[in-house]
């Protein structure tokens, strides 16, 4: 767990490193994806919680080589920022000239250049008591079967990717369906804790970027929003009845059998109303001022070089994989050992 890894990845370590100390979450590796095309790795992928009301999400783009191009950078960097919408972008270069820093504030690109580089290195802020991105793949690898196992690497990837494009419900809703089967793999023996601390602690972040806009609501109206979130969806409850009616009423016209639309309809209804989703909204609606340390406390928990078992970490960690353990119907017992 203790391996040296390659120039660049180290430059990417330190930063994280450095974000961290300061207050952001952070996630390393993330990458953007579309239509199934890889087009992308986002370096460093910054959130904050500023205040209630204010939430913050940086793309970093990290260049340790003799010849950074950091000027090219800029460009990349701002306009990786406006294509995923996010709040601002960080280019961080061993290029140390005036005129670098000069071109990235008059494009509101901030720039850490070879200077700041060079102090952080020898600062402890660059230096936490953590394992690498590189050291948790490994460990991920370790004992995998690959597609028969779970594939849990690629879908670890995918679970970094939502944090650019789907912090939403459809994107926590992919990090429940992970999660639940995380836990009937721990159930059956199988030790998953740290991507388990992972992807909860993705999905906190996504609750607490949803609910931002909610902070001055009342305790039913959150309630409502994620019980509804969790059922049915981005899309919404009206969009999800009425591609339902169509589907039944498609289904009945194909099979020519009167009654099979009300069949399928009826079918539909009850497969809605046996999601758990009551459970985690009266949990999420109670207070939405500690996702986010929590979510750093998992993330830290996942990357912490001794493994921490649940029962040993703080109660809201602990309440956490308890509340999602009631939700898929697992063992309190099994989830939080």
């Known amino acids: 767990m203790t391996e040296q890894i390659p120039k660049g990845p180290a430059a990417e370590e330190a930063l994280r490193n450095y974000f961290l100390s300061i207050g952001y979450f952070v996630a390393r590796g993330c990458k953007f994806t579309y239509n199934r ?28 080589k003799k010849t950074p191009q950091a000027l090219e950078r800029i460009f990349w960097a701002r306009g990786l920022q406006a294509v995923l919408g996010l709040d601002a972008c960080v280019v961080a270069t061993t290029d140390s000239r005036p005129d670098v820093r000069t071109f990235g504030l008059q494009h509101n690109v901030k720039v850490l250049d070879g200077k700041f580089l060079a102090r952080l290195t020898k600062s402890t802020r660059s230096h936490q008591d953590r394992i690498s991105e590189e050291n948790f793949l490994t460990e991920l690898d370790d004992g995998s079967l690959g597609r028969l196992g779970g594939d849990w690497r690629v879908r670890y990837e995918l679970s970094k990717s939502r944090l650019l494009h789907s912090l939403n419900f459809d994107g926590c809703n992919a990090w429940l369906e992970d999660i ?54 981005e899309s919404g409850q009206a969009f999800t009845e009425k591609v339902s009616r169509m589907a ?23 497969q809605v109303s046996q999601v758990k989703a009551e459970i985690l909204a009266e949990f999420f609606a109670k207070n939405t001022s500690w996702f986010f340390d929590v979510a750093l406390q998992l993330e830290a928990a996942a990357y912490a070089p001794l493994l921490v078992k649940p029962s040993a970490m703080p109660a809201m960690c602990q309440g956490v994989i308890g509340v999602l353990a009631d939700f898929w119907g697992v063992d309190r017992k099994v989830a939080v050992q």
Do not use: M
């Open 180 to 233: 639940g089967i995380l836990l009937s793999e721990i159930g059956a023996g199988v030790p998953r804790w740290r991507l388990l601390y992972a992807i909860c602690a993705h999905l906190l972040i996504g609750i607490d970027f949803i609910l931002r806009e909610h902070v001055t609501s009342d305790h039913e109206q959150r309630r409502s929003v994620i019980d509804a979130g969790i059922r049915f969806g």
């Open 37 to 64: 095309f890889d087009v992308t790795d986002v370096d460093l992928w910054l959130y904050a919680r500023n205040s209630p009301l204010s939430r913050e999400r940086v793309c970093v783009d990290i260049k340790n």
């Open 248 to 270: 039944a009423s498609l289904v009945e016209s194909v099979a020519a059998q009167p009654g099979l639309a009300r069949t399928v309809q009826q079918e539909i209804d009850a």
